[in-house]
């Protein structure tokens, strides 16, 4: 069905310019990718506790990081991308104009995000939250979708401006229309999982696959019962300062 690991410490995807990588405390997958030529290259949804990875990473790899990215303003996590800001001179962080969190670079539907001769095209994909954004590669090969499209699941839709109408809307819309064997990378997986297909969701999400109407997953939505995100308090108003510590 999809790629399964140890769910504490899966094992990681690797190919020639992409390395994912895994934050254990709040589940989150980082995404490193680069030109192989250029070595220029972009981090999407940097963790701050794994900061020092990702830096030693891209060192050792030679890269020429140019932006840290963020598919929308996680709840269960600090984003990495101020502290990677520091560390690199002239990085620039992004995310999506509908957000409405400080960036240095807001995002649009359509817009691309060129490092070398690649690049990821910007699609929104709201729902669970109002500014949530997937990326897709160029050559459709493969789409980071956030929080809005899970492995087997998918993101809560029950605070931050989200909504089980307009994520069933986004994904069947703006995801689910790539090709069948597209990679599907999340943010986030709890069971070990590392990556599924468009084709894999469409057959077996069980929330938004399966033939599932609307109706139908906006009342799964709606009884799922879930607990109050422990770091939501904190890492929200962090992420709309693009991780930045709070001055006041």
């Not at 900061?51 to 963020?70: A, F, S, T």
């Not at 459709?140 to 029950?158: K, W, Y």
């Amino acid at each position: 069905m999809s790629s399964v690991a140890d769910p504490a410490s899966p094992s990681c995807e690797s190919k020639p310019g992409f390395q994912q990588l895994f934050e254990p405390e709040s589940s989150t997958f980082t995404y490193l990718l680069w030109d192989v030529d250029s070595k220029d290259a972009i981090i999407v949804d940097p963790v701050d506790l794994t900061v020092g990875r990702d830096l030693e990473l891209v060192q050792n790899l030679g890269l020429k990081l140019k932006y840290g990215i963020n598919t929308h303003a996680h709840a269960d996590h600090i984003t990495g991308t101020w502290l990677l800001k520091q560390k690199v001179p002239g990085l620039q962080s992004a995310i999506s104009t509908s957000s409405k969190a400080i960036a240095d670079v807001h995002l649009a539907p359509g817009d691309k995000i060129v490092f070398g001769e690649r690049y990821l095209t910007c699609r929104a994909t709201p729902g669970h939250t109002a500014g949530c954004m997937s990326y897709i590669a160029n050559d459709e090969s493969f789409v980071l979708t956030g929080d809005a499209l899970l492995i087997d699941g998918c993101g809560r839709t029950d605070f931050q401006g989200g909504s089980a109408e307009t994520l069933y809307d986004s994904v069947h819309q703006q995801i689910f229309s790539l090709p069948n064997a597209c990679i599907v990378y999340p943010a986030h997986d709890y069971k070990g999982h590392t990556s599924s297909t468009v084709g894999k969701e469409k057959e077996n999400n069980p929330r938004l696959g399966q033939g599932k109407t609307k109706d139908q997953y906006v009342e799964i939505m709606a009884n799922l019962d879930l607990a109050y995100p422990k770091k939501i308090d904190v890492a929200v108003p962090a992420n709309m300062r693009c991780g930045a510590p709070d001055v006041e």
